[in-house]
């Protein structure tokens, strides 16, 4: 290394950028109300993988395939409006499609050569007229996640990951919208119903771990509530000071703080 190149390692201690979430999930059941507060953030771009905006007066795009999201990140990054807050509505919808561009990962492999193409009775490759081995048609295929031991799922969690890490750089600010997934759970020697998010074995690990606040929204009487505390088998949790182990009415000012 140059000495123009020298890193200098801090010998005090390194002021926060922010304290607010740069990275969040929000989560509940269906119809609570997600969408309506998006909508209510200024200067938030939501990105509808559900049509969920479709009777909402909101800052939005809608994208229904992975090709026509793929488009939409590139028209933001060449945009000359910046967004504050960009939301994806919803990662649940998002892995669905991440199987099937995981499917087609697999299928370019050297293990995947036979994958959902036309083989002979003798499990050769049927080659067309141009040399090329025939792929089934795409309503004709089995999904990687079919693959024996679980070999699929690593294709599904690299695919997963590349659109979180594309869909992170949008904006300052990042949210994401998930789908509930009711479930149940030893705690204490006793069975109790859970609320967690709506993903994939080892994906909602990844997608927790990325993110710098996960909270479940729900109605307490006629208040719209945000829970930041995993309790009563719920899961939330968050770095920031001021939401960990906080439950409050939903407001994004006081989510947002800075």
Request: glycine share 4%.
């Amino acid at each position: 290394m140059s000495e123009t190149n020298t890193l200098v390692l801090p010998t005090e201690k390194v002021l926060r950028l922010t304290n607010s979430p740069e990275n969040m999930i929000i989560y509940s059941k269906p119809k609570v109300g997600k969408t309506t507060q998006l909508a209510a953030l200024e200067n938030n771009l939501i990105i509808d993988l559900e049509k969920g905006t479709n009777k909402i007066d909101a800052l939005k795009v809608q994208a229904n395939s992975l090709t026509e999201l793929h488009q939409v990140i590139q028209a933001i990054h060449k945009s000359e409006h910046k967004y504050d807050y960009v939301s994806i509505d919803t990662i649940s919808r998002l892995e669905e499609w991440c199987e099937w561009d995981a499917t087609a990962v697999y299928m370019k492999s050297p293990m995947g050569k036979k994958f959902n193409r036309k083989v002979d009775e003798y499990d050769n490759l049927v080659i067309d007229e141009f040399g090329k081995s025939s792929v089934l048609p795409r309503k004709a295929w089995k999904s990687c996640l079919t693959l024996p031991k679980g070999a699929g799922y690593m294709y599904l969690r690299n695919s997963f990951k590349k659109w979180l890490f594309m869909l992170m750089d949008l904006a300052p600010r990042v949210i994401f919208v998930a789908h509930l997934k009711d479930s149940s759970a030893e705690i204490n020697g006793k069975e109790v119903a859970t609320k967690d998010l709506a993903l994939t074995g080892m994906l909602k690990t990844i997608t927790a771990g990325m993110v710098d606040a996960i909270g479940y929204v729900y109605w307490e009487g006629e208040d719209l509530k945000i829970s930041f505390r995993s309790q009563n088998g719920v899961e939330a949790n968050a770095r920031c000071e001021h939401l960990k182990n906080t439950t409050m009415d939903f407001d994004w000012n006081a989510i947002y703080i800075d």
